[in-house]
């Protein structure tokens, strides 16, 4: 057979929990179900840097945070300078048609870092919009867009109708549906296949900004969720951990006590986005049939991170509990090449690096020394056995700290640089986090198995968080690690 085509689809802030084929008690995602079924869902995908920036560092060059070297949230850093070799440019040196469709989050916004070509839409980016002056047509694409339909002010903005991009504030989106930034998207998506070059095989990086906030869906997405039961707390034996950055009633705050209510109405606009997302998947499947490519496209979706959505009182990323460090994970081979396993679940734990290698390979491409993430595709095949891996090792830098965290799927260690503090969950046991084994005499011996596996994955990081053969809190905050400091610096980007 010819060379496959292949869409990457990755989703802003869905939790690994939000599809119906996961058992979600209220979420329908019926198209998303359905990629399932005629492919391979892991049910323990993770992110293990869980926010927009170092997430997409690991999707694009597939490679561990020790390797990438981002390991918090930092705008205004040139990508292409520290990330050189990265999964489009592979493909495009393949000889592939490489487009960019979407959410990109690299600095600056208009890098193509190994795309033929970008059509951009980031979001609310704080960042570009102080840096440009809201000149949206040196940073965006969607903006100039919406200012040129049929009725719409020629001052219009996707911040019209106020609610901000990390608020959980939500409300129906309040322009026509077709201009709502998913819908744009799908349609940018579908008229790009027109336009590719049918002599090529393609790559496709699907990036939709949603369900990321603000909860701003079309009002049927809206509604279909608000009568759904009442949202109950879930909570913890241990979020005093974090009482420091504790703000009760901030709607825009990441930890905080929250009225029920308000929580249920983000849920609704929340779910709502995937609704909309859903369908504009199944829009991009049935134009792939339509344009007779359905059967030679690998298609594969994933969430950049997850979204506390409440749990333990939380909102937002992050950190790593469930709900911000687990994403949705699935990938279909293409159907000429014999297709994937249809309908398994694996439970391996796999992370963002892996869809670099693994989307390489299941396209008969080689893949480059300076990836580290492993290839999944003989499990897509059907032909795989054993973990992927050991365990994890995750992180990010949140609340004045570095958080790590290590998981094998069944258990999930967390360490906070700060003062120290230490959280054991039995995952089996209690999906939700909500009972600390760290202190439990009768878990000691598990604390020290992982307390020991964070010593070794650390003991040569530049911030000095092992001592001997001791983790020490108090070191100093580290969110670019020294190697892609200096490889930015050796690249003199202005």
Not at 279 to 298: C, H, M, P, W, Y
Not at 427 to 449: I, K
Request: with cysteine; hydrophobic share 35%.
């Amino acid at each position: 057979m010819s060379q496959p085509n292949v869409i990457l689809i990755c989703v802003d802030e869905w939790r690994g929990d939000c599809l119906s084929a996961d058992g979600h008690p209220h979420l329908e995602t019926p198209h998303l179900d359905e990629l399932a079924r005629n492919g391979v869902r892991f049910s323990k995908g993770y992110s293990a840097t869980p926010s927009c920036v170092p997430a997409r560092a690991a999707l694009f060059t597939g490679q561990s945070q020790e390797r990438h070297g981002r390991v918090g949230y930092d705008d205004g850093v040139p990508f292409h300078a520290a990330h050189p070799v990265t999964v489009q440019g592979e493909f495009r040196k393949a000889g592939y048609h490489t487009q960019a469709i979407g959410k990109m989050h690299v600095w600056p916004e208009r890098s193509r870092v190994g795309f033929d070509d970008v059509v951009l839409h980031d979001g609310y980016l704080h960042h570009a919009r102080k840096e440009h002056r809201q000149h949206f047509s040196l940073f965006d694409d969607y903006v100039p867009w919406l200012r040129r339909q049929p009725g719409v002010p020629a001052d219009a903005d996707y911040f019209d109708h106020g609610v901000n991009c990390n608020s959980i504030v939500a409300r129906t989106w309040d322009k026509a549906e077709h201009l709502h930034p998913s819908h744009w998207i799908g349609t940018q998506a579908i008229e790009w296949m027109q336009r590719r070059d049918p002599v090529k095989p393609f790559f496709l990086y699907l990036s939709f900004h949603r369900p990321h906030p603000p909860y701003d869906p079309p009002s049927w997405a809206f509604e279909q969720y608000l009568n759904i039961p009442p949202y109950e707390t879930v909570e913890g034996d241990w979020e005093h951990h974090w009482d420091d950055f504790r703000a009760d009633g901030n709607y825009q705050a990441s930890y905080g006590h929250i009225p029920d209510r308000v929580v249920h109405r983000a849920r609704a606009g929340y779910f709502g986005l995937m609704a909309q997302i859903d369908l504009q998947v199944n829009r991009i499947k049935e134009s792939l049939a339509d344009f007779g490519l359905l059967d030679d496209t690998i298609i594969a979706f994933t969430s950049d991170h997850g979204e506390m959505m409440g749990d333990h009182h939380m909102f937002r990323k992050a950190v790593p509990y469930e709900g911000s460090a687990r994403v949705p994970f699935i990938i279909a081979d293409a159907p000429s090449a014999g297709g994937s396993t249809r309908g398994a679940v694996v439970d391996h734990v796999v992370e963002l690096r892996d869809l670099m290698p693994t989307l390489l390979e299941l396209a008969g491409l080689p893949i480059p020394d300076s990836v580290d993430g492993k290839s999944l595709a003989a499990l897509v095949r059907g032909n795989g056995t054993g973990p992927v891996r050991d365990w994890l090792h995750g992180e990010h830098v949140y609340w004045s700290q570095n958080l790590h965290w290590l998981t094998d799927g069944h258990y999930k260690y967390i360490w906070g640089s700060g003062k120290g503090t230490e959280e054991l969950f039995n995952l089996d046991a209690d999906p939700q986090e909500r009972w600390n084994l760290a202190g439990d005499p009768a878990h000691q011996g598990d604390v020290e198995l992982w307390r020991h596996r964070l010593v070794e994955a650390l003991r040569h990081r530049e911030e000095g968080f092992v001592v001997g053969d001791r983790l020490v809190p108090g070191a100093p905050v580290v969110s670019i690690l020294r190697h892609t400091r200096e490889a930015i610096a050796a690249a003199q980007v202005p």
